[in-house]
T-cell receptor, first 112, second 114 residues
């Protein structure tokens, strides 16, 4: 199956920007997704980007997509303690509606 | 959690016993999914359903069965639980379009098999 890669941990200071990176494998992926998981909770959709876009901005979140390198990134501006969570990158599995393939998740740790 | 209820939220059981987890939705979405989440593995798809009585296997379906007799309910059964099935199980729902498949997740069921 497809493989989605993310680094496991990222530590940033409060107020700085966080950049979480992801590489995916399926060049035919049309939509790519970012989910956030807070401790003890389910996954919450943060944002998504269509493959014909290079960038999408939504308040403090910026998603960058490099299709040539199959690289996706999520930038969180002015990182706050409430941003502390696990962030998952996901791409469609197989035929698109068959499910999502998730990365292992990046633990974002905020230092005061 | 987008009208998704998982039950039970926590369960402890013994090896060899049958276990059924329930996912209930109020959104009338066609697609429902079961994932498991384990440290070091992220989320992995177990089974999914694309309508009443229509189901298909995911990446890690061995040892699991599912049933969907109503649009709103999707059941995951472990016929004979093993310790390797200790995990957190998430249900998700979606109404995919041709290219977009935004999935909404329940709060999860934490299952311990002793």
């Amino acid at each position: 199956g497809e493989d989605v890669e993310q680094s496991l941990f990222l530590s940033v200071r409060e107020g700085d920007s966080s950049v979480i990176n992801c590489t995916y494998t399926d060049s035919s992926s049309t939509y790519l997704y970012w989910y956030k998981q807070e401790p003890g909770a389910g996954l919450q959709l943060l944002t998504y980007i269509f493959s014909n876009m290079d960038m999408k901005q939504d308040q403090r979140l910026t998603v960058l997509l490099n299709k040539k390198d199959k690289h996706l990134s999520l930038r969180i501006a002015d990182t706050q303690t409430g941003d502390s969570a696990i962030y998952f990158c996901a791409e469609p599995e197989g035929g698109g509606a068959d499910g999502l393939t998730f990365g292992k998740g990046t633990h974002l740790i905020i230092q005061p | 959690d987008a009208g998704i209820t998982q039950s039970p939220r926590h369960k402890v059981t013994e090896t060899g016993t049958p276990v059924t987890l329930r996912c209930h939705q109020t959104e009338n979405h066609r697609y429902m999914y079961w994932y498991r989440q384990d440290p070091g593995h992220g989320l992995r798809l177990i089974h999914y359903s694309y309508g009443v009585k229509d189901t298909d296997k995911g990446e890690v379906s061995d040892g699991y069965s599912v049933s969907r007799s109503k649009t709103e309910d999707f059941l995951l059964t472990l016929e004979s639980a093993t310790s390797s099935q200790t995990s957190v199980y998430f249900c998700a729902i979606s109404e995919p379009t041709e290219y977009k498949n935004i999935q909404y997740f329940g709060a999860g069921t934490r299952l311990s098999v002793l």
